[in-house]
């Protein structure tokens, strides 16, 4: 079943793609996608149907405008340090345990996490990030999750488990 979503799905793609298809489009495409499913199927998810939920794309839409706040605020706050160069900076790497359990999720809380001017994620460790943060204020982990992680988790966990 994941292998012929994938066939669908990237058929889908490459037809709009060249659009209006012409024949010889259509059979390269059908071929591209046979070779895509064979080689990279494994990758789709193993319960296909849940990406159709109207809930998931809700909770999607409304993480889409709170992830642009949260990085602009991210932006802002990584201009003022380089603009006010009295202002230290504490940068370091700390370890940020996570509650996902999915993989879809963990990625797309490392790759939130690295988007976010001022952090980026250098490892995934089971449920462990390890985080280069420009400015690691305190020493309580709970606080630094609290900063870094916790604030995307639950939309996260909403779309993706």
Not at 2 to 12: H, K, M, S, Y
Not at 74 to 85: F, I, K
Request: charged letters at 20%; glycine letters at 2%.
């Amino acid at each position: 079943m994941r292998q012929i979503l994938c066939i669908l799905v990237t058929f889908a793609i490459w037809v709009l793609l060249t659009w209006p298809p012409r024949e010889v489009d259509l059979l390269a495409g059908l071929f591209f996608a046979i070779l895509v499913a064979t080689l990279f199927s494994e990758l789709y998810p193993d319960q296909p149907h849940t990406a159709f939920d109207p809930r998931r794309w809700f909770w999607a839409l409304v993480y889409l405008p709170y992830f642009l706040a949260h990085c602009i605020y991210a932006n802002l706050d990584v201009a003022y340090r380089v603009l006010h160069v009295d202002l230290p900076i504490r940068p370091g790497i700390v370890r940020v345990p996570t509650t996902l359990q999915s993989d879809w999720a963990k990625t797309f809380l490392a790759a939130s996490i690295t988007l976010t001017p001022g952090t980026l994620v250098v490892d995934l460790d089971q449920q462990d990030l390890y985080v280069h943060w420009i400015n690691v204020a305190d020493k309580d982990r709970a606080e630094q999750t609290r900063q870094i992680a916790a604030k995307f988790e639950p939309l996260l966990r909403r779309i993706f488990e």
